[in-house]
């Protein structure tokens, strides 16, 4: 039961990697005893309601748009696209949501005291000034990318660059050596064109008239970038994850990380009775996975796939179905003989990370799987493909000294790995020093993740700022 009428209403994109952050916020907040409402489309809503788990949290259902040019029928979230270049369109469609929005907002009791949006939404800071209400935006980034693409649209640093691959120095953070090809195209340009371009342009200009913005991340993790973003920029931000430990009490509480044990011995999925099984003979696992949204190439799968067999390391290896089709048969071997396993469906990566048996993560170096494994102090393997993903693996490498980079073999940062540099970054990882090295950089980053989200650390502080301004709020 609510303790006040203070009502936040979360609005996530319908995209896994932007809707399960927002959806652990909602729990944080709940556990607050505040109202809270989730918004999604039909189709997604039977899976938030299994991961909010929580029926003190309402979830109110609009319709997504029909008809949409590139947009399969019945397809409500990215992650079921049958191409991500259909992303824009499905994108796009997300705007003719926003008569639903509005009278399901004027509907709702008790009224709404404010709006937390994903930043793809940037209509809905138009709906919330129009009803005198507070909008907190959330880009699912860190403060780090985000200032890194901010100063490059703003100040150009890279301007005098002849080449993708040149490196340029960045205003204000002399230690910081970048390359275009460190960021995504079309934003690695001097001048980016396009409707990418334009969408990005909106949304940013929307976020900037918000409230505020949370950020999925803690303090004391990038206190030089969020001291930065706020004095530089705009909306503030707020720090108050890492938002993966807004799930029922796993990684931060040995009597609740053995029930969860517990529970999952009698769920029984395969993969968890094989890691149980690594775990009762002392063999180490890696864990690969490289988010939904990343296509790669069939002779890319196939490498990596080769690299793995020849580290002679045991893996855990989570695909999209139709990836493992592209892959035939070339695991059969490795499976009978136990050495690895793959899984062709969704799983709650938090749980695997939490398992005993894993001390690697080969990670794409998405901001939330960077964010969970911190929590889970399992140190990465960083083989970035797109969006912020190389900045965030230079973080993870660079910054904060958690992770080894996979490099591709053509002396960029961005091209074709080969089944050698897989080979031998898994065997630094799981066996060498430097392994054991970013290991203990990860466990001092896990125990502050943690301390930041108990009573008193710095994103529970935070989160209690914000839900005392937005309790307090006065439209000017």
Not at 51 to 79: H, K, Q, R, W, Y
Not at 175 to 199: A, Q
Not at 322 to 333: D, R, V
């Amino acid at each position: 039961m609510a303790a006040n009428n203070t009502h936040f209403v979360i609005f996530p994109f319908m995209a896994k990697g932007h809707t399960i952050p927002l959806l652990y916020f909602a729990n944080l907040l709940s556990q607050r005893h505040l109202h809270v409402t989730v918004v999604t489309t039909q189709a997604n809503s039977a899976s938030i309601k299994s991961i909010l788990n929580d029926p003190s949290i309402s979830v109110a259902e609009i319709d997504f748009p029909t008809n949409i040019d590139g947009v399969p029928p019945g397809v409500e979230s990215t992650d079921q696209l049958p191409s991500m270049s259909l992303y824009f369109n499905f994108i796009s469609a997300t705007k003719l949501l926003r008569p639903q929005f509005e009278k399901m907002l004027q509907d709702i009791k008790p009224p709404v005291s404010c709006i937390v949006s994903d930043a793809f939404l940037g209509w809905t800071q138009d709906v919330a000034a129009e009803l005198g209400i507070p909008r907190i935006g959330f880009y699912g980034m860190s403060c780090y990318a985000m200032t890194m693409y901010t100063i490059l649209g703003l100040k150009k640093p890279h301007a005098l660059t002849t080449s993708a691959d040149e490196p340029f120095s960045v205003p204000d953070f002399p230690k910081l050596t970048f390359t275009r090809s460190d960021f995504d195209p079309p934003f690695d340009e001097i001048d980016p064109k396009g409707p990418w371009v334009d969408f990005i342009i909106e949304q940013n200009i929307a976020l900037a008239q918000s409230y505020g913005m949370i950020v999925n991340g803690f303090y004391d993790l990038e206190a030089e970038y969020t001291d930065y973003w706020n004095r530089c920029f705009a909306p503030k931000a707020w720090c108050v994850g890492p938002l993966c430990l807004g799930k029922p009490k796993q990684l931060c509480d040995d009597d609740h990380q053995e029930g969860l044990r517990s529970d999952h011995k009698k769920l029984q999925p395969n993969w968890r009775l094989w890691l149980d099984r690594k775990l009762e003979t002392g063999v180490p696992v890696l864990y690969v996975a490289f988010g939904t949204q990343a296509d790669l190439s069939t002779e890319q799968l196939i490498e990596m796939a080769e690299g793995l067999e020849k580290s002679n390391v045991s893996f855990l290896w989570v695909l999209r179905p139709n990836t493992i089709k592209l892959l035939g048969g070339h695991f059969e071997e490795m499976e009978v003989n136990g050495k690895g396993m793959i899984v062709g469906e969704w799983v709650d990566q938090m749980e695997i990370l939490a398992h005993q048996s894993i001390k690697g993560f080969l990670s794409h170096c998405g901001w939330n799987s960077v964010t969970e494994s911190v929590c889970a102090k399992v140190p990465i393997l960083a083989m970035p493909f797109l969006a912020e993903q190389h900045l965030n693996a230079r973080f993870v490498v660079e910054e904060i000294g958690v992770g080894i980079r996979v490099w591709p073999c053509n002396g960029s940062v961005r091209g074709f790995v080969k089944s050698d540099e897989v080979e031998k970054r898994v065997r630094e990882l799981m066996e060498g020093a430097k392994g054991e090295e970013v290991r203990k950089k990860m466990e001092k980053f896990g125990e502050a993740a943690c301390a930041a989200m108990r009573e008193g650390g710095s994103s529970w502080s935070k989160l209690d700022q914000i839900i005392h301004d937005v309790s307090n709020y006065q439209p000017s």
